[in-house]
């Protein structure tokens, strides 16, 4: 929109799109008066929120090579993501966790596009390039979300006609073939505002650092586009509805048997259209969204050699398992400003999501016969929700107190999936009670101090209910229909300071998980387990910081034209205790870092706006040591490759540099080096690509460990109309 607004609705909307600076990549914007929206459904300052929230704003994303959503949030030390192929992502935060290989459609950390359940909480097939902006709330700190909301909530924003450029074009190539392209543009006036945008790009198999070699099937594919479309009907009313899509093809799935033969396609896509209204004394107020997402995971998948037990055997030529998962859905969201200083919101959420598998398998001379069940049950589930969350200013609005609970009830019914002798019929129901509470203080005007305790849950799917599968390394799983849901709750203290040249925010937090839902081997030798609850709680504590520092002016320096800044973000887990670990090596939490930050000082001439403007910014990614069950095969003393043995991988740290420069008004030139220092790493997997390989050669399919790219070199230039 490039229009002068001055009514509340549109000036909401600007608040949400525009306002710039978070935490990470970009983070010149006030702390203290930088305008959020995902913990309340409605624009507040962030120092007000009773919770810790994280921003991306577009400007970070801008400054990013990232080429998806992963690679974004993980240079900006968000939390832990496990970065299985291009194509596959889990996530963890604050000790709660996303499924292992991208299966996931409800896991402990909720991912949102436009404030609406994404789909998968998968987040690698989702490009970058159309996103205005991410917010992240750290923890169950708001009752306007349901099942999942345990670790966070992790909210993509799409762009509108509001907050793109007019028209944009972005080309840049680097390493290993890699191309990226995008093209925008948007427009309106004071009725009616509009955007476009496409994007797409590729990569070649692309080579791991020092001692490492070209790694076979790491190359893939992405393509995608988004539409919005607003419509200010009068002062009180605004429609707007936004389309887009999302997919990464032929993206190798390598995996832990360093497969270098099986494939992946997996796409995203969604309709929203959100109404919003507002009385004329701003009493009352209104949000109604209608969605639809269309999520599809195809697996080309193929092991010609799988383990039994600590036999290698003959596998399958192919194994195909095609995944649909069908969402509509709506929320209401009424808000009452029900005296002085008081805010009511309440709530309504209903959703159908609808699942559907199917699975076909060919068999090599002497290997498995006949065809099994697919990765996931077939299902239905409804679900509804009401909620409310109240807040009360005192003290001249220095004192905030909010506090809320919500009603979730469901229904997941178990519909007929193929090559599942063993079904269980008919449905499971369930109702859950999440509640939160919490306060902030601006003790004074510098400094705002915070306080939160709340809960989650997540709700079993019909796979762990009821499955009976043989995954694609030849492992069997068995459901349990006794499981409850996993449930947690969180207590956290914090503070924001802002000071004229630097700000800084800290949170200490305790997150336990309780009756979360585990697989229970049967025995070292029967490569079979079944889902169970586990009876002993998952604890992770914490400490939390994030600060911007403009260098020049703390340090009085006389730059002129020329700016100076430094950023950090990071955590350190102090406690990340599993009390129901059955190694007897370590009851550390998995796949969960003990340590991580994102650290960065950025030098440069101007805002970038005009000819000449250039910075030069110099970032580091410092990834904290892990602990992994891995189910890769080594050659290696410790328990390997027949019995638990918890890993322990050592912290390391990953450098890249970047520079842009403005030719002129249009034209914007960059370059950059990822992993500067060509280092050998992965953030998940034990046995890399360097020799002597360490990975058990009887069990692998045509590689022998995975590491992550080396030095990865990028050219590019952005040119507006």
Same mark, same amino acid.
């Given at each position: 929109?490039?229009?002068?607004?001055?009514?509340?609705?549109?000036?909401?909307?600007?608040?949400?799109?525009?306002?710039?600076?978070?935490?990470?990549?970009?983070?010149?914007?006030?702390?203290?008066?930088?305008?959020?929206?995902?913990?309340?459904?409605?624009?507040?300052?962030?120092?007000?929120?009773?919770?810790?929230?994280?921003?991306?704003?577009?400007?970070?994303?801008?400054?990013?090579?990232?080429?998806?959503?992963?690679?974004?949030?993980?240079?900006?030390?968000?939390?832990?993501?496990?970065?299985?192929?291009?194509?596959?992502?889990?996530?963890?935060?604050?000790?709660?966790?996303?499924?292992?290989?991208?299966?996931?459609?409800?896991?402990?950390?909720?991912?949102?596009?436009?404030?609406?359940?994404?789909?998968?909480?998968?987040?690698?097939?989702?490009?970058?390039?159309?996103?205005?902006?991410?917010?992240?709330?750290?923890?169950?700190?708001?009752?306007?979300?349901?099942?999942?909301?345990?670790?966070?909530?992790?909210?993509?924003?799409?762009?509108?006609?509001?907050?793109?450029?007019?028209?944009?074009?972005?080309?840049?190539?680097?390493?290993?073939?890699?191309?990226?392209?995008?093209?925008?543009?948007?427009?309106?006036?004071?009725?009616?505002?509009?955007?476009?945008?496409?994007?797409?790009?590729?990569?070649?198999?692309?080579?791991?650092?020092?001692?490492?070699?070209?790694?076979?099937?790491?190359?893939?594919?992405?393509?995608?586009?988004?539409?919005?479309?607003?419509?200010?009907?009068?002062?009180?009313?605004?429609?707007?509805?936004?389309?887009?899509?999302?997919?990464?093809?032929?993206?190798?799935?390598?995996?832990?048997?360093?497969?270098?033969?099986?494939?992946?396609?997996?796409?995203?896509?969604?309709?929203?259209?959100?109404?919003?209204?507002?009385?004329?004394?701003?009493?009352?107020?209104?949000?109604?969204?209608?969605?639809?997402?269309? +999520?599809?995971?195809? %697996?080309?998948?193929?092991?010609?050699? &799988? =383990?039994? !037990?600590? #036999?290698? *055997?003959? /596998?399958?030529? $192919?194994?195909?398992?095609?995944?649909?998962?069908?969402?509509?859905?709506?929320?209401?969201?009424?808000?009452?400003?029900?005296?002085?200083?008081?805010?009511?919101?309440?709530?309504?959420?209903?959703?159908?999501?609808?699942?559907?598998?199917?699975?076909?398998?060919?068999?090599?001379?002497?290997?498995?016969?006949?065809?099994?069940?697919?990765?996931?049950?077939?299902?239905?589930?409804?679900?509804?929700?009401?909620?409310?969350? +109240?807040?009360?200013? %005192?003290?001249?609005?220095?004192?905030? &107190? =909010?506090? !809320?609970? #919500?009603? *979730?009830? /469901?229904?997941? $019914?178990?519909?007929?999936?193929?090559?599942?002798?063993?079904?269980?019929?008919?449905?499971?129901?369930?109702?859950?009670?999440?509640?939160?509470?919490?306060?902030?203080?601006?003790?004074?005007?510098?400094?705002?101090?915070?306080?939160?305790?709340?809960?989650?849950?997540?709700?079993?799917?019909?796979?762990?209910?009821?499955?009976?599968?043989?995954?694609?390394?030849?492992?069997?799983?068995?459901?349990?229909?006794?499981?409850?849901?996993?449930?947690?709750?969180?207590?956290?203290?914090?503070?924001?300071?802002?000071?004229?040249?630097?700000?800084?925010?800290?949170?200490?937090?305790?997150?336990?998980?309780?009756?979360?839902?585990?697989?229970?081997?049967?025995?070292?030798?029967?490569?079979?387990?079944?889902?169970?609850?586990?009876?002993?709680?998952?604890?992770?504590?914490?400490?939390?910081?994030?600060?911007?520092?403009?260098?020049?002016?703390?340090?009085?320096?006389?730059?002129?034209?020329?700016?100076?800044?430094?950023?950090?973000?990071?955590?350190?887990?102090?406690?990340?205790?599993?009390?129901?670990?059955?190694?007897?090596?370590?009851?550390?939490?998995?796949?969960?870092?003990?340590?991580?930050?994102?650290?960065?000082?950025?030098?440069?001439?101007?805002?970038?706006?005009?000819?000449?403007?250039?910075?030069?910014?110099?970032?580091?990614?410092?990834?904290?040591?892990?602990?992994?069950?891995?189910?890769?095969?080594?050659?290696?003393?410790?328990?390997?490759?027949?019995?638990?043995?918890?890993?322990?991988?050592?912290?390391?740290?990953?450098?890249?540099?970047?520079?842009?420069?403005?030719?002129?008004?249009?034209?914007?030139?960059?370059?950059?080096?990822?992993?500067?220092?060509?280092?050998?790493?992965?953030?998940?997997?034990?046995?890399?690509?360097?020799?002597?390989?360490?990975?058990?050669?009887?069990?692998?399919?045509?590689?022998?460990?995975?590491?992550?790219?080396?030095?990865?070199?990028?050219?590019?230039?952005?040119?507006?109309?």
């Amino acid at each position: 929109m490039k229009n002068t607004i001055s009514h509340p609705v549109r000036l909401a909307v600007l608040a949400l799109l525009s306002f710039s600076g978070g935490e990470g990549m970009a983070q010149e914007a006030d702390a203290l008066t930088e305008i959020f929206v995902t913990a309340t459904a409605r624009p507040e300052e962030r120092s007000r929120i009773a919770a810790t929230t994280q921003v991306i704003d577009r400007a970070a994303i801008e400054r990013s090579t990232a080429k998806s959503v992963t690679d974004l949030l993980a240079e900006n030390a968000v939390g832990f993501f496990s970065e299985w192929t291009a194509a596959q992502t889990s996530i963890n935060i604050r000790g709660a966790t996303s499924d292992g290989q991208g299966r996931d459609y409800k896991g402990q950390v909720l991912v949102l596009v436009n404030g609406r359940r994404a789909g998968t909480a998968n987040i690698s097939k989702l490009s970058a390039n159309e996103v205005e902006r991410i917010e992240i709330v750290r923890g169950p700190a708001s009752v306007i979300y349901g099942s999942q909301n345990m670790g966070g909530v992790i909210n993509i924003i799409m762009k509108s006609g509001y907050s793109a450029p007019p028209t944009q074009a972005g080309l840049s190539v680097g390493s290993w073939g890699g191309v990226q392209a995008n093209a925008q543009t948007s427009g309106g006036n004071d009725r009616v505002d509009w955007y476009f945008g496409v994007s797409g790009g590729q990569r070649d198999d692309y080579e791991s650092g020092k001692g490492g070699g070209k790694l076979a099937n790491t190359g893939w594919e992405r393509r995608g586009f988004a539409g919005a479309l607003g419509f200010q009907v009068d002062d009180l009313n605004r429609v707007e509805l936004k389309l887009r899509t999302d997919g990464i093809y032929n993206a190798g799935f390598r995996g832990s048997g360093a497969n270098t033969i099986s494939k992946d396609d997996r796409t995203n896509a969604s309709a929203d259209l959100t109404y919003e209204r507002r009385t004329a004394d701003d009493r009352t107020s209104w949000m109604a969204q209608i969605y639809s997402v269309a +999520d599809e995971d195809e %697996f080309k998948w193929a092991s010609p050699v &799988v =383990r039994s !037990g600590t #036999r290698a *055997t003959p /596998g399958t030529a $192919s194994d195909y398992n095609d995944r649909k998962l069908d969402i509509v859905g709506t929320r209401l969201q009424p808000r009452f400003k029900l005296g002085q200083g008081n805010d009511l919101l309440l709530g309504y959420d209903w959703e159908r999501s609808r699942l559907r598998s199917e699975r076909f398998r060919v068999a090599l001379p002497g290997g498995p016969a006949g065809q099994v069940a697919p990765y996931d049950n077939n299902q239905t589930e409804h679900v509804s929700a009401l909620y409310f969350e +109240d807040s009360q200013k %005192f003290f001249d609005d220095r004192v905030i &107190v =909010r506090g !809320g609970a #919500r009603r *979730t009830s /469901g229904r997941t $019914s178990f519909d007929f999936t193929p090559n599942l002798p063993l079904q269980r019929s008919g449905s499971q129901s369930y109702d859950e009670t999440t509640w939160s509470t919490g306060a902030t203080w601006r003790a004074l005007d510098v400094l705002n101090l915070r306080t939160g305790i709340s809960t989650g849950f997540r709700a079993p799917t019909s796979t762990e209910l009821g499955s009976d599968f043989t995954a694609v390394g030849g492992g069997r799983s068995f459901g349990n229909p006794n499981l409850k849901a996993e449930s947690n709750r969180q207590i956290e203290f914090g503070g924001t300071l802002q000071m004229p040249a630097w700000s800084l925010d800290m949170a200490l937090f305790q997150n336990t998980i309780s009756d979360r839902i585990i697989t229970v081997s049967r025995g070292p030798t029967t490569n079979t387990s079944d889902y169970a609850n586990n009876a002993a709680d998952i604890v992770v504590r914490g400490l939390e910081a994030s600060a911007n520092v403009d260098l020049a002016k703390a340090l009085n320096l006389s730059t002129g034209a020329y700016n100076l800044h430094a950023y950090a973000n990071g955590y350190y887990n102090f406690t990340m205790r599993d009390r129901g670990a059955t190694a007897l090596d370590t009851d550390r939490v998995q796949r969960m870092y003990r340590y991580e930050g994102s650290l960065g000082l950025r030098y440069g001439r101007g805002a970038g706006a005009l000819p000449g403007d250039w910075t030069l910014q110099l970032g580091a990614l410092l990834r904290g040591p892990m602990w992994y069950d891995t189910e890769e095969a080594l050659l290696i003393p410790q328990g390997e490759p027949s019995s638990t043995f918890i890993h322990r991988k050592g912290a390391f740290t990953v450098w890249n540099l970047r520079g842009d420069y403005r030719i002129n008004q249009r034209v914007k030139m960059f370059a950059a080096v990822n992993n500067l220092f060509d280092l050998n790493r992965s953030p998940i997997f034990i046995a890399l690509d360097q020799k002597p390989c360490i990975a058990e050669p009887r069990f692998q399919n045509g590689g022998c460990g995975t590491s992550m790219p080396g030095r990865e070199l990028q050219v590019g230039m952005q040119v507006t109309f």
